[in-house]
């Protein structure tokens, strides 16, 4: 079992930055697999990032890469995520989520959630 908590969340202004961070529980945190989702009002859950359990391997949306950087530290049981430029549409519910199927974009292979954090981007 893993317990994911984020934090990180706030409300910014466009061009600024946050991290976000989600500190899991248990003692096997080197089998999973961590990503990033979110949810904007109105629409769908979507994948943002995802990260192998090594840190090596990695994916992103379109809509982020370039701006988005996922990271994690084994040792401290953390994985974090790096926004940087935030525009408006970045505005959403942001989830982080542990799956054992390996960096994945699909939502169904992940088998833990985070309870999430609220990020709001103002113009």
């Known amino acids: 079992q893993v317990q994911l908590v984020e934090s990180g969340g706030g409300l910014v202004q466009a061009g600024e930055s946050l991290r976000l961070s989600c500190a899991a529980s248990?003692?096997?945190?080197?089998?999973?697999?961590m990503a990033w989702f979110r949810q904007a009002p109105g629409k769908e859950r979507e994948f943002v990032t995802t990260v192998d359990w090594s840190g090596v391997v990695t994916y992103y949306a379109d809509s982020v890469k370039g701006r988005f950087t996922i990271s994690r530290d084994n040792a401290k049981n953390m994985a974090f995520l790096q926004m940087n430029s935030l525009k408006p549409e970045d505005t959403a519910v942001y989830f982080c989520a542990a799956g054992t199927n390996g960096a994945t974009i699909f939502e169904n292979k992940y088998n833990y959630w985070g309870q999430g954090t609220q990020v709001t981007v103002s113009s």
């Open positions: 248990g003692r096997t945190f080197t089998s999973y697999a």
